[in-house]
């Protein structure tokens, strides 16, 4: 049994067992990330531990797993068993699209098969690394508590339970830590282990491991000692009697009732429709106009509706260019009386003779057949995307809302109870703009500067005297859609732009169909809320405030952007700083410098961090490598360095000296006892001719014999040099 | 002709008669050029008696052999007075001690009192009997043989005595076609008879005296005396060398540069005449007794782990 071979069986055992290491790896990171398909990842890792034990050539292994995981993820995604060379062409084209998000750091937008393909690199890699820490390093004490660690943290703080995982952990982690040894033992007294002894000494590391973890796991356990974590962080982030109270779970969805936000939620990836489509679209159901500092509800209904049949063309804002017309299928797989429909609706074609109430006030197009509200599984939609100017956006100005007529008072509704700290922080944020677009536009932007944080655990619903948006915008600072949505309508209707609150759902993920279109799937999870703000001369327009999410609002830059100017700033952030320092007055300018420098610093790293670290692993990978193969390029560095030198007995002592630290690079170890005349013996059995032993005998004349004077240094360095070439061949 | 000469002339001679030993010999020859004599354990007829004869008559010296018997006095070695009645006085009559080499057959089976009248005669080269005290002619080489194998009535050499040997040897017995060899020569004439000598007395002692001019770098003192001392701070010796035995290991390893041709010493050199300078100085512990682990084994063991000098480093 040398270093790099190991007996086959226990090879397989050791991979046997790292391979349930591995798996209690997956299991919580697949339940975590929501994905399925873990049948398939294992089968990867167990292909791999396989190919390891066959000793398959890398020529060959290599193809076979990466076909494995082409297969893998077309099978996941285009749900075919078979591989067929032009879905094999979708799936490469998907791929490659990704290529430019990933420059730009669109991490959002990476599809879900690149991503999974990313997951199976780092399976990859992971299996390989644990190869290298079984077959070489003989020590997998690293990844075994690593494990345990992970399993641990996972227990702690994630709704996951591991205890069984726990188990299961530490006899395999036991078992494998116990065989690497007695192999790593044999190794080094350099003795073959037969099967028979190996059997002998690991019945009782079987019996030892095995016993006492079944008779821990079945022994009664203390409770902690300690108290768990999770509650003390939370009391400890939010305050011990913090404002209200996230009684009960919720899940995600659509529903009517509004009139109570708050309070945490699970995720519900129910299937609620398919809609096929060319790009990402927010599904707009309805709005509402009055807040009630607990929710929404739609007051003062205005009642009038508009019937339209199917394939009518629908009265719209004027904003679009019909040369874009889009369609949109839709199928549903919950059944509402309404649809769903994109911004830029023009027409609605559906099967059944159907008509359609779209209500002007809640902009809901309800949906009755034969005179009752009915559902229609399927239907079409032509819809043209619209297209903002921004220059007409920045001439939209606070005076033209005073002469907007009563019926936009509902959307200027605030609720008297409102605390007038709210009031104050629109003003604040909003004073140092000047169109109602950029004023909305920093609402917007707010949240996303200012510490918030999406999260659906955790959400308090608040107290009776408490308002909504004043608990997260002041203490909470932490929530999904509706705080966000609710908080920024309320915060424009305080600087008197006409806001109402828009529910429906956000685009949500495709899948590629059979004819290679692209099918984005909204579930549950994708029900959502945002923001439409009255523009003067423009109409109603989407904002989008939640963290995580992306206004998909198209808007032509078709002016001239100044450095202070905030649009410019979101197209580069790292002006944001200067713009706000513009505005500040200039006898503060000195002490804000450190804090410019600072938060110019941290937008850099924030926005390039990923291309940083990538940078840096690259760069030290490069490094690494590099000194990995200097038993390569070391000779011809020293022949440059020492060459040159004179012929005497310091730099001969340099060049004796140099060639003995290339050939311990080499691999030719001299032990502490070792005298260099035995060593140079080795060396010149392994290279063939005398050189080591006759450059040796010149060095010891010198060095034991104290004569430094007579040698042939020219026939010396001749001898010197040809060794060290040879060192690296 | 250089010393390396007359010492490579004086190993051929004794290979005509010895087969396959030249590593003894070379041993036997490093001990005489460095002064000190050598302990040979071995079973009797492998030899020993042929190897210092064949080396007493190269360099012409004058051979004598005592062998030792429990009744065996001092004053047999020593030599004795005897009264002449002619000259009317105490005549004194030398014993086997007034040689130039010496065999001490079975040194072990004569009584102490006996053993350490040689010893003596060994350490200050020189004897004193009825007051007189007497030089022992240079140069002088005992060679003492000690039957392992038997124990009764035998009294083993105290450390203190073995402290005298430089070296401690094994014969051992030669290879199958050595002894076929053995064999076929002892069809012919007995070669020892015929052996003459190479170097002259006068020259051995100039030999002698040119070993100490070999050159022993600080580098290798300092190795020397690193491995005496991990001989003294071992788990398993109970009594380690005595800085006799550095400094007898040093000139040995300046004899054996010299039989090598140099004009200094190497590691190798130290490194190859170690066991035998050590391995009757050191005595181990009883716990290394039950582990069956020998001294030869523990002086590898520490050889292995002392670090060699390769330049001038280890000194700082």
């Known amino acids: 049994m040398t270093g790099t071979?190991?007996?086959?069986?226990?090879?397989?055992?050791?991979?046997?067992?790292?391979?349930?290491?591995?798996?209690?790896?997956l299991l919580p990171v697949m339940a975590l990330t929501d994905t399925d398909y873990l049948g398939l990842f294992l089968l990867f890792i167990a292909i791999v531990f396989v190919l390891a034990l066959g000793r398959v050539k890398w020529w060959i292994s290599v193809p076979v797993k990466f076909l494995y995981i082409m297969w893998?993820?077309?099978?996941?995604?285009?749900?075919?068993?078979?591989?067929?060379?032009?879905?094999?062409?979708?799936?490469?084209?998907?791929?490659?699209?990704?290529?430019?998000?990933?420059?730009?750091?669109?991490?959002?937008?990476?599809?879900?098969?690149?991503?999974?393909?990313?997951?199976?690199?780092?399976?990859?890699?992971?299996?390989?690394?644990?190869?290298?820490?079984?077959?070489?390093?003989?020590?997998?004490?690293?990844?075994?508590s690593m494990t345990v660690i992970f399993v641990a943290t996972?227990?702690?703080?994630?709704?996951?339970?591991?205890?069984?995982?726990?188990?299961?952990?530490?006899?395999?982690?036991?078992?494998?830590?116990?065989?690497?040894?007695?192999?790593?033992?044999?190794?080094?007294?350099?003795?073959?282990?037969?099967?028979?002894?190996?059997?002998?000494?690991?019945?009782?590391?079987?019996?030892?491991?095995?016993?006492?973890?079944?008779?821990?796991?079945?022994?009664?356990?203390?409770?902690?000692?300690?108290?768990?974590?999770?509650?003390?962080?939370?009391?400890?982030v939010q305050g011990t009697d913090g404002p209200g109270n996230g009684a009960g779970m919720m899940t995600s969805g659509y529903g009517t009732d509004d009139s109570q936000l708050g309070g945490s939620f699970e995720q519900d990836d129910t299937l609620v429709f398919e809609a096929k489509v060319a790009g990402k679209q927010y599904w707009k159901i309805e709005?509402?106009?009055?807040?009630?500092?607990?929710?929404?509800?739609?007051?003062?209904?205005?009642?009038?509706?508009?019937?339209?049949?199917?394939?009518?063309?629908?009265?719209?804002?004027?904003?679009?260019?019909?040369?874009?017309?889009?369609?949109?299928?839709?199928?549903?797989?919950i059944d509402f009386p309404f649809i769903v429909y994109p911004y830029g609706l023009q027409k609605v074609n559906a099967d059944a003779n159907v008509e359609f109430l779209h209500s002007e006030a809640t902009g809901k197009y309800r949906t009755e057949i034969d005179g009752r509200d009915d559902s229609l599984s399927a239907y079409e939609m032509e819809f043209v995307e619209p297209d903002y100017s921004l220059k007409a956006l920045r001439e939209t100005n606070m005076q033209d809302l005073q002469t907007l007529d009563s019926s936009f008072s509902q959307y200027l509704q605030l609720p008297d109870a409102l605390p007038e700290r709210v009031r104050e922080l629109a003003v604040s944020i909003t004073e140092s703009q000047e169109s109602v677009y950029d004023k909305a536009k920093a609402i917007e932007r707010y949240f996303?500067?200012?510490?918030?944080?999406?999260?659906?655990?955790?959400?308090?619903?608040?107290?009776?005297?408490?308002?909504?948006?004043?608990?997260?915008?002041?203490?909470?600072?932490?929530?999904?859609c509706d705080n966000f949505s609710t908080s920024m309508v309320v915060m424009l209707r305080a600087i008197d732009i006409p806001a109402r609150w828009v529910k429906g759902f956000a685009p949500g993920e495709y899948r590629m169909n059979d004819e290679g279109e692209r099918v984005y799937q909204i579930t549950n999870n994708e029900a959502h809320s945002w923001v439409e703000a009255y523009l003067p001369g423009i109409g109603w327009m989407p904002f989008e405030p939640t963290i995580g999410f992306t206004n998909l609002t198209d808007i032509d830059y078709d002016i001239e952007l100044e450095a202070n100017d905030p649009q410019a700033a979101e197209r580069d952030e790292q002006n944001k700083p200067e713009e706000e320092q513009s505005k500040e007055p200039v006898e503060k300018a000195k002490s804000f410098d450190v804090k410019k420098y600072g938060s110019l610093f941290t937008s850099w790293l924030k926005k390039y961090i990923g291309w940083i670290v990538a940078t840096i692993l690259v760069i030290a990978f490069m490094v690494?490598?590099?000194?990995?193969?200097?038993?390569?390029?070391?000779?011809?560095?020293?022949?440059?360095?020492?060459?040159?030198?004179?012929?005497?007995?310091?730099?001969?002592?340099?060049?004796?000296?140099?060639?003995?630290?290339?050939?311990?690079?080499?691999?030719?170890?001299?032990?502490?006892?070792?005298?260099?005349?035995?060593?140079?013996?080795?060396?010149?059995?392994?290279?063939?001719?005398?050189?080591?032993?006759?450059?040796?005998?010149?060095?010891?004349?010198?060095?034991?014999g104290a004569n430094t004077t007579e040698h042939d240094w020219g026939y010396l360095k001749e001898m010197w040099e040809d060794l060290i070439n040879r060192t690296s061949g | 002709m250089n010393h390396t000469e007359k010492i490579n002339r004086i190993l051929t001679n004794i290979d005509q008669v010895m087969i396959g030993k030249r590593d003894i010999a070379e041993l036997c020859v490093t001990a005489l050029l460095a002064g000190g004599h050598v302990l040979l354990e071995?079973?009797?007829?492998?030899?020993?008696?042929?190897?210092?004869?064949?080396?007493?008559?190269?360099?012409?010296?004058?051979?004598?052999?005592?062998?030792?018997?429990?009744?065996?006095?001092?004053?047999?070695?020593?030599?004795?007075?005897?009264?002449?009645?002619?000259?009317?006085?105490?005549?004194?009559?030398?014993?086997?001690?007034?040689?130039?080499?010496?065999?001490?057959?079975?040194?072990?089976?004569?009584?102490?009192?006996?053993?350490?009248?040689?010893?003596?005669?060994?350490?200050?080269?020189?004897?004193?009997?009825?007051?007189?005290?007497?030089?022992?002619?240079?140069?002088?080489?005992?060679?003492?043989?000690?039957n392992p194998i038997e124990y009764e009535g035998t009294y083993p050499l105290p450390e203190a005595?073995?402290?005298?040997?430089?070296?401690?040897?094994?014969?051992?017995?030669?290879?199958?076609?050595?002894?076929?060899?053995?064999?076929?020569?002892?069809?012919?004439?007995?070669?020892?008879?015929?052996?003459?000598?190479?170097?002259?007395?006068?020259?051995?002692?100039?030999?002698?005296?040119?070993?100490?001019?070999?050159?022993?770098?600080?580098?290798?003192?300092?190795?020397?005396?690193?491995?005496?001392?991990?001989?003294?701070?071992?788990?398993?010796?109970?009594?380690?060398?005595?800085?006799?035995?550095?400094?007898?290991?040093?000139?040995?390893?300046?004899?054996?540069?010299?039989?090598?041709?140099?004009?200094?010493?190497?590691?190798?050199?130290?490194?190859?005449?170690?066991?035998?300078?050590?391995?009757?100085?050191?005595?181990?512990?009883?716990?290394?007794?039950?582990?069956?682990?020998?001294?030869?084994?523990?002086?590898?063991?520490?050889?292995?782990?002392?670090?060699?000098?390769?330049?001038?480093?280890?000194?700082?």
């Not at chain 1, 071979?5 to 790896?25: G, H, K, N, P, T």
């Not at chain 2, 050159?215 to 290798?220: A, E, F, L, S, Y």
């Not at chain 2, 069956?292 to 523990?298: C, F, N, V």
């Open chain 1, 287 to 333: 709005t509402k106009n009055t807040y009630t500092t607990k929710g929404w509800e739609q007051l003062y209904p205005d009642q009038s509706e508009t019937s339209y049949s199917s394939g009518m063309e629908l009265v719209h804002d004027a904003q679009s260019d019909p040369e874009v017309l889009q369609h949109a299928g839709l199928q549903m797989d």
């Open chain 1, 448 to 480: 996303g500067r200012s510490g918030f944080v999406y999260a659906q655990q955790e959400i308090p619903i608040p107290d009776a005297d408490e308002d909504y948006v004043d608990q997260f915008l002041f203490e909470t600072k932490r929530g999904y």
């Open chain 1, 624 to 704: 690494w490598s590099f000194y990995r193969s200097r038993v390569k390029w070391m000779p011809k560095f020293l022949l440059r360095t020492y060459r040159s030198e004179a012929d005497d007995w310091d730099a001969f002592v340099k060049r004796y000296q140099s060639l003995l630290k290339q050939l311990d690079r080499a691999g030719l170890k001299r032990s502490a006892g070792m005298t260099l005349n035995d060593y140079a013996a080795n060396v010149d059995a392994q290279f063939g001719g005398n050189q080591m032993s006759a450059l040796t005998a010149a060095y010891e004349k010198g060095l034991y």
């Open chain 1, 5 to 25: 071979q190991m007996d086959r069986r226990l090879l397989a055992i050791l991979y046997l067992l790292s391979f349930v290491l591995l798996r209690e790896w």
């Open chain 1, 154 to 236: 996972i227990d702690t703080f994630s709704p996951l339970s591991t205890d069984s995982s726990i188990f299961l952990i530490m006899v395999t982690g036991l078992l494998l830590l116990g065989l690497l040894f007695i192999s790593k033992l044999a190794e080094k007294h350099n003795t073959p282990i037969p099967t028979a002894a190996f059997l002998t000494v690991s019945i009782p590391l079987l019996f030892f491991v095995i016993l006492s973890g079944i008779f821990a796991n079945v022994m009664p356990k203390q409770d902690p000692v300690w108290p768990d974590p999770v509650p003390y962080v939370k009391s400890f």
């Open chain 2, 161 to 316: 005595q073995l402290d005298r040997f430089l070296f401690k040897l094994k014969m051992g017995y030669p290879t199958k076609t050595e002894e076929m060899e053995v064999l076929e020569r002892a069809e012919k004439t007995v070669p020892i008879e015929q052996l003459k000598s190479v170097v002259s007395l006068e020259e051995l002692i100039e030999l002698q005296r040119a070993v100490t001019e070999v050159k022993v770098d600080d580098t290798i003192k300092s190795y020397i005396v690193d491995c005496v001392a991990q001989t003294r701070d071992n788990l398993y010796v109970y009594l380690g060398v005595s800085p006799r035995g550095s400094l007898a290991l040093m000139k040995a390893s300046q004899a054996f540069a010299m039989l090598k041709g140099r004009t200094y010493v190497v590691p190798d050199d130290v490194q190859y005449l170690a066991p035998f300078v050590f391995q009757h100085r050191m005595i181990l512990t009883p716990e290394a007794r039950y582990e069956g682990i020998s001294t030869t084994e523990i002086v590898d063991r520490i050889l292995m782990k002392v670090r060699v000098p390769v330049d001038k480093a280890t000194l700082r």
């Open chain 2, 42 to 146: 071995d079973v009797p007829g492998v030899g020993k008696t042929m190897m210092v004869k064949a080396l007493a008559k190269s360099v012409g010296a004058d051979f004598k052999r005592i062998q030792f018997t429990p009744d065996l006095l001092p004053s047999d070695v020593l030599g004795v007075s005897i009264y002449n009645p002619k000259a009317m006085e105490f005549e004194f009559r030398p014993g086997p001690i007034m040689g130039n080499i010496i065999l001490a057959d079975e040194i072990n089976r004569t009584s102490p009192k006996t053993q350490s009248s040689l010893l003596e005669g060994m350490e200050e080269a020189s004897i004193t009997i009825d007051g007189v005290t007497m030089q022992i002619p240079q140069p002088f080489f005992v060679m003492a043989t000690q």
């Open chain 1, 72 to 144: 893998a993820i077309q099978y996941i995604y285009l749900d075919e068993k078979f591989v067929s060379i032009s879905r094999i062409g979708y799936l490469v084209e998907d791929l490659l699209s990704n290529v430019p998000m990933l420059m730009s750091g669109d991490w959002e937008n990476i599809t879900n098969p690149f991503r999974t393909l990313l997951f199976f690199s780092l399976l990859w890699m992971t299996t390989y690394l644990i190869r290298h820490w079984i077959e070489v390093r003989k020590s997998i004490l690293l990844f075994y």
